[in-house]
């Protein structure tokens, strides 16, 4: 049992943290192979200027505080470090770009020092005419040396071509300033929030006709709609700021993406940025905490989990519920444990995909194998001769392959070959 929380410790550490790429204007985590390189967050951000003849790039960089090495000083710890930023053309000859920093981040307590929820805030801007482009990023921290080097392919918007068309949204735990200021305001790049936040974006508009907007929260894993709103924009003015508000308390811990469209224009293609929803556990109820302890059964022992069952009272119940969390929390001293928050989305996902009459979708094989191991890579259907199914699913990074089968024809898949 130590040996599979130990591998679900492994393989949800890897999926907690990466962001699923939605646009040109995501927010990503550059995550260097090699231990000991600086990991980091990054956003690039396509905007119009207001008379929109301009198409204007923001890179926005957050560096948590753990991934920093701090040394004592006086009065105490410093982290430093070097970061530029490149911009090349698209065939990577020529470097139209350049920006360097040296950082230093000094904090008194040497708790501060690992905190994965601080950060390390900066950012700039390129000018340069629409097109495609490579970026490059390169950090170095000053006690190690060792350099990690990073490079995508970004793409910056004509904003003249569409009728109307929508600069980047960037997430805010607090409204912008004053919604007349030219400057963007900095967003939260690493895109996990808790409580309720903004979606700040800019429209531009070439056509003097009247449009309404539609922005929306969706699920990402399903499509669900939580969240939708209607905004107008109208007359001759052609640049326009907008920030809703995300409305966090309606939503559960999970994966969502937010989106602004035009209704009813299909030739406008509109705009995303994936965000999660990490929220601690709270519990109504005796039914719902004997629910999650239940779910346990794959990754507790069968003496944690008999301990819990026989709690006395909700509070016992609770109290141990919270020692095997805090036990094998991947972060201790944050807000959130995101083992625990991403363990019980899986189970979400396997009820909502998985469930057959009679069996909910936690306790089928194949709702076993996604909450041990995660989505898997890739997934085949074959079929029998008596038309009967097996589906393949593939872990290529495992180097695992699992067989489920059909035999009844009822929806229920039952694990049949390990490979």
């Given at each position: 049992m ?9 393989q949800?550490?890897?999926s907690?943290f990466l962001?699923?790429a ?5 927010a990503?985590l550059?995550?260097?192979k090699?231990?000991?390189l600086?990991?980091?967050y ?10 929109l003849?301009?198409?204007?790039c923001?890179?926005f ?6 991934e ?7 009065s ?6 070097s970061?530029?930023v490149?911009l090349?053309?698209?065939k ?8 360097n ?12 020092t690992n ?11 390129i ?25 995508i392919?970004v793409k ?6 569409a ?17 007349d200021?030219?400057?963007?305001p ?9 409580k ?24 990402r ?9 209607t905004l107008?924009?109208s ?15 309606s939503l ?23 965000f999660e ?15 999650a ?21 909700f ?13 094998v ?28 009459a009679?069996h ?5 094989d194949?709702?076993?194998?996604y909450?041990?191991?995660g989505p898997p890579d890739?997934v ?6 008596r ?16 067989v ?5 024809g ?10």
């Amino acid at each position: 049992m130590l040996k599979m929380l130990k591998r679900l410790r492994i393989q949800l550490g890897m999926s907690v943290f990466l962001l699923f790429a939605f646009s040109n204007a995501q927010a990503e985590l550059a995550r260097a192979k090699d231990p000991g390189l600086i990991n980091y967050y990054y956003q690039i951000a396509n905007f119009p200027s207001p008379d929109l003849t301009q198409s204007n790039c923001k890179v926005f960089i957050e560096v948590p505080y753990d991934e920093l090495v701090f040394v004592r000083v006086d009065s105490g710890f410093q982290a430093e470090y070097s970061f530029s930023v490149y911009l090349f053309d698209r065939k990577n000859k020529e470097m139209l770009f350049e920006k360097n920093w040296v950082r230093k981040v000094f904090t008194k307590h040497y708790k501060e020092t690992n905190q994965k929820k601080r950060f390390d805030r900066f950012d700039t801007e390129i000018n340069t005419p629409p097109g495609r482009y490579k970026l490059r990023f390169e950090v170095k921290d000053k006690q190690t040396n060792r350099p990690f080097y990073f490079k995508i392919p970004v793409k910056i918007k004509d904003f003249r071509k569409a009728p109307v068309s929508f600069g980047s949204i960037l997430l805010l735990t607090v409204p912008p300033d004053s919604p007349d200021q030219n400057e963007l305001p900095v967003p939260i790049v690493s895109n996990r929030f808790s409580k309720n936040f903004f979606a700040f974006f800019t429209v531009g508009k070439t056509d003097p006709k009247d449009f309404n907007l539609l922005f929306q929260i969706k699920n990402r894993e399903n499509g669900k709609i939580f969240q939708r709103d209607t905004l107008l924009i109208s007359g001759e003015k052609r640049f326009f700021k907008f920030s809703p508000m995300v409305r966090v308390d309606s939503l559960i811990s999970g994966k969502y993406v937010a989106e602004v469209s035009v209704l009813h224009a299909k030739n406008v293609k509109p705009e995303r940025t994936p965000f999660e929803v990490a929220k601690a556990m709270e519990f109504k109820n005796a039914k719902q905490l004997d629910q999650a302890v239940e779910v346990l059964v794959y990754i507790a022992s069968s003496d944690q989990l008999e301990a819990m069952k026989q709690a006395k009272s909700f509070a016992e119940k609770k109290k141990l519920f919270d020692a095997f969390w805090e036990r094998v929390d991947p972060a201790p001293g944050t807000e959130l444990n995101e083992l625990q928050t991403e363990y019980y989305r899986r189970v979400r996902y396997a009820n909502e995909h998985f469930g057959v009459a009679g069996h909910d979708g936690w306790k089928t094989d194949r709702g076993k194998t996604y909450i041990l191991y995660g989505p898997p890579d890739s997934v085949e259907r074959q079929f029998d001769e008596r038309t009967r199914e097996y589906e393949i699913w593939r872990y290529n990074k495992l180097g695992r392959s699992f067989v489920f089968f059909d035999q009844f024809g009822d929806g229920n898949y039952r694990l049949v070959e390990r490979r």
